[in-house]
């Protein structure tokens, strides 16, 4: 049986592999850390998916059956944890003698009470950790993926060929940097995928006056099975095209904000 892991957890082993104090400023550290320049798209990348995963476990706290005075304090944790991703914490020495520091605010209280918190987040959303090995398999599937789609286009300025990798890189720089596959952060950059999916296949013509589209939807299909496969943990995945939507609830991107008007 596949080991578990969920937000809280996750969240908690990312700060702890980032508590470590060094004199040079959080914003040279976590660049070191991240192999990324400071400062850089890719930098900013990385502050908002801590701090995009941050906000979505308050949210999963504040769904929890716990008392209210317990949420506030799980909530604040949470909180004083956002705070080494400020501007104040990357412009200052990542040390904690400096009380606006990155390690200031990932102490072990911070961290702690995040694990403790787990196995309650785990109820409401849980999916299997990946191993280094399962990583490197769905990103190599992905970078296979994109290099075809480079070379291929349906259109001149093609806007769904287009959506589908950004949606792809969004999805392999968080599971490259991060190593997190669970609902709401890799898997969530690909509802863009799945939406440019449903767009071509309205829009499909006859697959034999179109054969780069026929074959960008069996490909697209394909690596989705594939990524569902692995974070759902499940045996088997759905045969047909609205696996897609049953997997990842992609019935929200029908929603007026979402799909609805490139599918009319």
């Known amino acids: 049986m596949a080991t578990l892991t969920d937000p809280a957890r996750e969240l908690a082993e990312v700060c702890e592999k980032l ?19 400071p400062w850089s798209k890719e930098f900013f990348q990385v502050v908002f998916c801590i701090l995009e995963r941050a906000d979505y476990l308050g949210d999963l706290i504040n769904e929890l059956d716990l008392d209210d005075d317990f949420k506030a304090e ?36 911070q961290i702690t009470a995040l694990k403790m918190l787990s196995p309650q987040v785990r109820k409401l959303a849980s ?5 280094a090995a399962e990583i490197a398999e769905l990103l190599q599937e992905v970078s296979i993926f994109q290099t075809w789609l480079e070379e291929h286009q349906l259109v001149e300025q093609d806007f769904i060929r287009q959506a589908i990798l950004e949606g ?23 509802r863009e995928v799945i939406g440019a999916y449903y767009a071509l296949q309205c829009n499909l013509p006859d697959s034999q006056a179109s054969p ?16 569902y496969d692995k974070a759902s943990g499940a045996k088997d995945v759905y045969e047909t095209g609205d696996f897609m939507l049953k997997a990842y609830g992609a019935y929200k991107l029908l929603l007026p904000n979402g799909i609805a008007g490139l599918l009319t």
């Not at 470590?20 to 976590?30: I, K, V």
């Not at 799980?74 to 990155?102: C, D, M, Q, Y």
């Not at 999916?127 to 191993?131: C, G, N, V």
């Open 19 to 37: 508590a470590h104090e060094d004199p040079r400023p959080g914003d040279a550290y976590l660049s070191e850390r991240f192999s990324i320049a």
């Open 127 to 131: 999916y299997p950790k990946l191993d």
């Open 168 to 190: 792809t890189k969004q999805f392999a720089f968080r599971l490259e940097r991060f190593e997190w596959l669970g609902w709401g952060y890799a898997t969530d950059s690909l």
């Open 212 to 227: 780069v589209a026929a074959a960008m939807l069996q490909k697209i299909e394909a690596l989705v099975k594939k990524i």
């Open 74 to 109: 799980a909530i604040a944790h949470v909180r004083r944890l956002k705070g080494a991703f400020g501007r104040g914490a990357l412009i200052a020495p990542w040390e904690t003698r400096h009380s606006n520091s990155g390690p200031s605010h990932l102490g072990r209280q």
